[in-house]
Nanobody, 112 residues
Framework: QVQLVESGGGLVQPGGSLKLSCVAS????????MSWYRQAPGKERELVAG????????SYTDSVKDRFTISRDNAKNTVFLQMNSLKPEDTAVYYC?????WGKGTLVTVSS
């Protein structure tokens, strides 16, 4: 069956960095557009970044442009989200998404 397993979340100070990973299985990863979403407490889930199946095209929500980088390794069925210059407002559960499947999420907390 399809599995999406996120890791890499944690507590980080403002200005710090984290790298999230999502390992996929159960579908043809190299043919699938992948995305990262996040959901902050009391807010709706929002799209953070997306990457085409080849990795040649990426997109970001405005609030994370120039701070976050999405990438993928099709040989390892893994998609990454490098997050730099983290802000308290980046605090959320981050989810990996391969339509129509979701991972369980990993919590990122940005706080001093």
């Amino acid at each position: 069956q399809v599995q999406l397993v996120e890791s890499g979340g944690g507590l980080v100070q403002p200005g710090g960095s984290l790298k999230l990973s999502c390992v996929a299985s159960g579908f043809t990863f190299s043919s699938t557009t992948m995305s990262w979403y996040r959901q902050a407490p009391g807010k709706e889930r929002e799209l953070v970044a997306g990457i085409s199946s080849s990795g040649g095209a990426t997109s970001y929500t405005d609030s994370v442009k120039d701070r976050f980088t999405i990438s993928r390794d099709n040989a390892k069925n893994t998609v990454f989200l490098q997050m730099n210059s983290l802000k308290p407002e980046d605090t959320a559960v981050y989810y990996c998404y391969a339509p129509p499947y979701w991972g369980k999420g990993t919590l990122v907390t940005v706080s001093s």
